[in-house]
């Protein structure tokens, strides 16, 4: 599925999809062609960043070695002192051959002490598609270097997973092409690809929309935030409403200020008790009590926080009752359990951590993707696997990769703090998915705003108004 906007920039390929757009792009360009530009990108990228020095250029018997074959020719052209060491030659015929034949330079053994003789060591041995554990004498071998440029992914990093096949170089410098790879930006791999530059080879864009690629990077521009207008009013802006417990009020009372500080128009909290302590929270909010499903019959009250702070029990009668009225709902905490799993699937947005999801669905192999994928498309929900590299999946297939966080979120009641975001956007109008992958963008905003090493959820919330506005006139770097 193509964006509404139809920009491409922040699409993530996995290896499969990069296959097929090598294989689209040989009736445009030929191979060889394309391999020539790769290695120009990565030679260009070295003498960038890097004072001349001696070069090894370490080669797997692929493409990616073909890679390095041609930053070698074009570094030692440029005067710099360049070895080569070959894991295995190349097969005869293939255009990764063709690149080997034509360096006529110093070649070495693939070994420790070649690569400690070097000053700067290229990794061209394997590319993002590795799908297995690399051996001990490639590892040993990477291990030595000091100094090391990957091309288009360190060996041993899954392109698709960010998993580390047995092991993986520390990279100072990668250089892909196209465009990033979702492990590029998915830990563990995240940490191994230092500056990442993305290059462009020659591969036409009108490509990429010949293909379903439906994985993000999520950064604005993925999606857009309503503006204010001078005509608007509280009910234009959205209503938000907040189930709060009986005996835990923090969790919803966060939620609940969330939502305030991001743009709602108007905050609701049914409080199941504790109504007073509700309304001490802040002047601005609307606390009912009573009867649940009185408080339902409002129709302009339509998207509600459910689950932090709930006891079992008010957890059932609140998903149940807003269930059988129709609302939107964001589901958290409390009510994200195995049991109601028939419930979320009724739920417009759930936001498990990963102990949350592994309760509801189950464990899973190496591919989290695939995994939130899997569970958005069983529940019908969008599904925000939170963490530090949070997942948010549709049930149409669109994923997006956040890496716009940083740990200071990783305290107590961030999670309540999100899910006032998420409906806040839910509320003025936005699509659940485009809604959702803005207020995760927002969430890590607001830590990124505070000079505090160690916020707590309030000083996220004081950030939200600044982070929203910061999604909304967002520069790209």
């Known amino acids: 599925m193509q964006l509404k906007n139809e920009k491409t920039n922040l699409l993530l390929i996995n290896p499969e999809e990069m296959n097929q757009v090598d294989k689209i792009a040989m009736q445009y360009l030929p191979v060889l062609t394309l391999m020539e530009n790769a290695g120009l990108a990565v030679a260009r990228a070295i003498m960038q960043f890097y004072k001349p020095c001696k070069i090894l250029v370490l080669c797997g018997p692929g493409n990616n070695g073909g890679d390095g074959y041609v930053v070698a020719h074009i570094l030692a052209n440029e005067g710099w ?51 297995r554990d690399i051996d001990d004498h490639i590892s040993s071998v990477l291990k030595a270097a000091d100094h090391l440029v990957a091309i288009d992914m ?25 465009r990033a790879k979702a492990g590029h930006y998915l830990l563990p791999g995240r940490e191994y690809i230092g500056k990442l530059v993305i290059a462009n080879i020659g591969i036409p864009e009108n490509i990429l929309s010949e293909l379903s690629i439906n994985t993000w990077l999520n950064e604005p521009g993925l999606w857009e935030l309503p503006i204010a207008d001078v005509e608007d009013y509280k009910y234009h802006r959205g209503i938000v409403n907040v189930v709060g417990g009986g005996t835990v009020t923090g969790a919803a009372r966060l939620s609940a200020l969330a939502a305030s500080s991001c743009g709602a ?48 029990d008010e957890v059932k009668i609140s998903l149940t009752n807003l ?38 669905f189950g464990d899973f192999k190496d591919c989290r993707i695939e995994a ?31 890496c716009h966080a940083n740990a200071r979120l990783a305290t107590a009641g961030s999670g309540d703090v999100l899910t006032g975001v998420i409906a806040t956007l839910l ?35 004081h950030n939200l108004g600044k982070a929203r506005d910061n999604g909304r006139y967002h520069v790209e770097k």
């Open 427 to 461: 509320a003025c109008g936005m699509e659940v998915w485009e809604a959702s992958c803005a207020a995760v963008w927002i969430h890590g905003e607001a830590a990124f705003l505070h000079n505090n090493s160690w916020p707590d959820a309030m000083d996220l919330i």
């Open 154 to 178: 360190p060996s041993g990093v899954d392109g698709k997973t960010g998993i580390i096949r047995g092991y993986a170089p520390h990279a100072e410098l990668t250089v892909t092409f196209c």
């Open 265 to 312: 128009g108007l905050v609701h909290i049914f409080a199941f008790g504790s109504r007073d302590l509700y309304l001490l929270t802040s002047p601005c909010f609307m606390v009912d009590e009573g009867d649940f499903t009185d408080t339902l019959q409002d129709k302009r009250r339509k998207v509600w926080v459910c689950g932090p702070g709930l006891t079992e």
């Open 81 to 131: 002192p360049v070895k080569v060491a070959s894991l295995k030659p190349p097969e005869k015929g293939t255009d990764a051959y063709k690149a080997f034949v034509q360096w006529n330079g110093d070649k070495t053994d693939f070994n420790i002490q070649s690569v400690r003789d070097a000053d700067l060591v290229v990794d061209a041995v394997f590319g993002a598609g590795l799908s």
């Open 372 to 402: 939130v994928k899997k569970a958005a498309s069983i529940l019908n929900t969008v599904v925000i696997l939170k963490g530090p590299d949070t997942l948010i999946a549709s049930p149409d297939g669109r994923v997006a990769v956040n």
């Open 323 to 360: 269930i059988k009225t129709n609302k939107t709902i964001v589901a958290d905490a409390s009510a994200l359990t195995k049991e109601n799993f028939d419930l979320l699937k009724q739920c417009a947005v759930i936001t498990p951590h990963i102990g949350e999801f592994k309760r509801i």
